[in-house]
């Protein structure tokens, strides 16, 4: 086999392996089908209980988005949002991010994206029914990502 064929092997095979290790980490992360129906994302317990300590906060946070609302109180409203925005996306660990498949990542970073759009939004309107058809629309993802995805902790007994 001359030089030029070896290369060129070499180099198709190390493009295989970037395509699939993308596939894996970009794409399917570290997921298999559960046995109700929903993808189970596979996660340490400590990547688990950042996970879920997040999905806390945001139900919180809707909390006083929602009670904030019913008082016409656009200031808290807008505080509250802007504190589950992208600031709270950043500081996600790079090795969690590659365990979630492509569609969690869409959901997390749109849900975190339309948070700073509500912020944004309460500040600019007087008007609470306008924030509350956002918020509902904004709990759309939760909801999706909820009835598609569960989490399980990695087995290290093997």
């Given at each position: 086999?001359?030089?030029?064929?070896?290369?060129?092997?070499?180099?198709?095979?190390?493009?295989?392996?970037?395509?699939?290790?993308?596939?894996?980490?970009?794409?399917?992360?570290?997921?298999?089908?559960?046995?109700?129906?929903?993808?189970?994302?596979?996660?340490?317990?400590?990547?688990?209980?950042?996970?879920?300590?997040?999905?806390?906060?945001?139900?919180?946070?809707?909390?006083?988005?929602?009670?904030?609302?019913?008082?016409?109180?656009?200031?808290?409203?807008?505080?509250?949002?802007?504190?589950?925005?992208?600031?709270?996306?950043?500081?996600?660990?790079?090795?969690?991010?590659?365990?979630?498949?492509?569609?969690?990542?869409?959901?997390?970073?749109?849900?975190?994206?339309?948070?700073d759009d509500l912020a944004?939004?309460?500040?600019?309107?007087?008007?609470?029914?306008?924030?509350?058809?956002?918020?509902?629309?904004?709990?759309?993802?939760?909801?999706?990502?909820?009835?598609?995805?569960?989490?399980?902790?990695?087995?290290?007994?093997?």
């Amino acid at each position: 086999m001359d030089l030029r064929k070896i290369h060129w092997l070499v180099t198709l095979m190390l493009a295989a392996t970037v395509v699939a290790m993308g596939y894996f980490f970009l794409i399917k992360g570290s997921t298999f089908l559960g046995e109700d129906g929903r993808t189970t994302i596979v996660l340490s317990e400590t990547e688990k209980a950042s996970v879920l300590g997040e999905m806390r906060a945001m139900l919180e946070g809707v909390q006083t988005i929602t009670e904030a609302i019913g008082h016409s109180d656009m200031e808290t409203v807008a505080l509250a949002a802007s504190s589950l925005g992208m600031v709270v996306a950043n500081a996600d660990s790079p090795d969690l991010i590659a365990k979630l498949p492509l569609e969690v990542k869409t959901l997390g970073l749109g849900t975190h994206a339309a948070f700073d759009d509500l912020a944004q939004h309460a500040k600019e309107t007087d008007d609470p029914n306008v924030i509350l058809l956002e918020l509902s629309d904004l709990m759309l993802n939760c909801t999706t990502c909820h009835a598609s995805y569960r989490i399980a902790i990695e087995d290290f007994d093997e």
